[in-house]
């Protein structure tokens, strides 16, 4: 499986970006595919993730209500619209596929960061 990220960028605070991530090859091996997150000096973290089949979503406790993530099987693209953008959103978004295991994302591909640049 690629994956190919796009849409980072740089935001005002409050503001609002939406990435896209692009899959393709095996796509068929991986139920879940989502979105990580690395800050600057911070270990990376999961942010948002859907599942392929049914579009079951879940996020981080730091991202709902502003973030949504949504998938169109058609173009095998899964997007994450972020909205209310915070200055603490600053980092390289990763996407990822996999599958879940014991309830979490468990990733088996990465894709290339996408840096997203919230500025005060």
């Known amino acids: 499986v690629q994956l190919q990220a796009s849409g980072g960028g740089l935001v005002q605070a409050g503001g609002s970006l939406k990435l896209s991530c692009a899959a393709s090859?095996?796509?068929?091996?991986?139920?879940?595919i989502g979105w990580f997150r690395q800050a600057p000096g911070k270990e990376r973290e999961f942010v948002a993730a859907?599942?392929?089949?049914?579009?079951?979503?879940s996020y981080a406790d730091s991202v709902k209500g502003r973030f949504t993530i949504s998938r169109d099987i058609a173009e095998n693209t899964v997007y994450l619209q972020m909205s209310s953008l915070k200055p603490e959103d600053t980092a390289v978004y990763y996407c990822?596929?996999?599958?879940?295991?014991?309830?979490?994302?468990?990733?088996?591909?990465w894709g290339q960061g996408t840096l997203v640049t919230v500025s005060s």
């Open positions: 990822a596929a996999g599958s879940v295991v014991a309830d979490s994302f468990d990733p088996d591909y």
């Open positions: 090859g095996r796509t068929f091996s991986s139920s879940v």
């Open positions: 859907i599942t392929w089949r049914r579009g079951r979503s």
